[in-house]
């Protein structure tokens, strides 16, 4: 009796779980297959798609490299120390991921638009923000720092304390210890962090269509097309990103999956 009951609850549960994966897969498969090969190919070579793109890539790619130089200490910080605001400064780095993404650009705009004072003084030193790539790259790292914080936090927080105490008392300095001991031991959340992030700037739309609209990176060209020629024409530049976007969360999956096979063995 008790065995068939539990049969029947993992059969209620892959149902309910079932409908969620079709709602993932069925709107991915049927953007991807329904277009044609060589609309796919003779879209993936025009100019205007291939350097969005590729802006699209490197701007999220700029802003995962300013998260791993900035974001590691803090999380270091905030996995092995206890201070005065600890709650707070965990609560901010959450943010941007439960406001709307147009919000975040409108708050991003009234810090770095030239008429205010932070967006003026890069202005003197001519570095503008507003329709430009820094205002990509700041848009992306506003939204997607948190999946890259929390990756390697959570990463630090894994990892045996007791390690870094004996690098410690065999003489090794603390910045020493950080760099040799620390980061090793955190490297597989670290780079699937950071290819969180990479991906999630990757696929940011609101946050930079207010602050930057153009030069277009990929979301933007998507709507834009969408708007001016219709669904025939921003279909293809949308499972081209798409495509890319599985092929990043492919890889992530095969580093998470070997890493926890080489820790288990």
């Known amino acids: 009796m008790r065995r068939a009951r539990s049969v029947g609850l993992m059969f209620i549960f892959c149902v309910l779980g079932g409908l969620l994966v079709l709602l993932v897969s069925v709107p991915i498969a049927k953007i991807v297959f329904s ?9 993936a070579r025009e100019a205007g798609v291939i350097a969005s793109i590729a802006l699209t890539l490197y701007c999220s790619a700029i802003a995962t490299a300013i998260a791993l130089v900035t974001g590691i200490p803090l999380s270091y910080l905030l996995a092995r120390r206890n201070f005065p605001g600890k709650a707070v400064v965990q609560g901010i780095i959450d943010v941007p991921v439960v406001i709307p993404h147009t919000a975040a650009g409108i708050a991003l705009l009234l810090v770095f638009g030239r008429r205010f004072i932070l967006g003026g003084l890069f202005s003197h030193i001519g570095v503008d923000f507003v329709a430009s790539v820094p205002g990509i790259v700041i848009a992306m790292l506003f939204v997607s720092l948190p999946f890259f914080v ?17 690098a410690r008392t065999l003489g090794a300095s603390p910045p020493r210890v950080f760099f040799t001991v620390s980061i090793p031991l955190a490297w597989r959340g670290i780079i699937s962090g950071s290819l969180m992030m990479w991906a999630r700037g990757i696929s940011e739309f609101g946050a930079v269509v207010i602050l930057a609209y153009h030069p277009m990176i990929a979301p933007t060209l998507i709507y834009e097309r969408f708007n001016n020629f219709g669904l025939s024409s921003a279909q293809p530049v949308a499972a081209i990103l798409i495509l890319i976007c599985l092929v990043v969360f492919v890889v992530l999956r095969v580093i998470l999956l070997g890493g926890r096979r080489r820790a288990a063995a």
Request: contains cysteine.
């Open 35 to 43: 277009c044609r090969p060589l609309t796919l190919y003779a879209t």
């Open 150 to 166: 929390n990756g390697a936090r959570a990463a630090f927080e894994q990892m045996d304390v007791r390690l870094e105490a004996v």
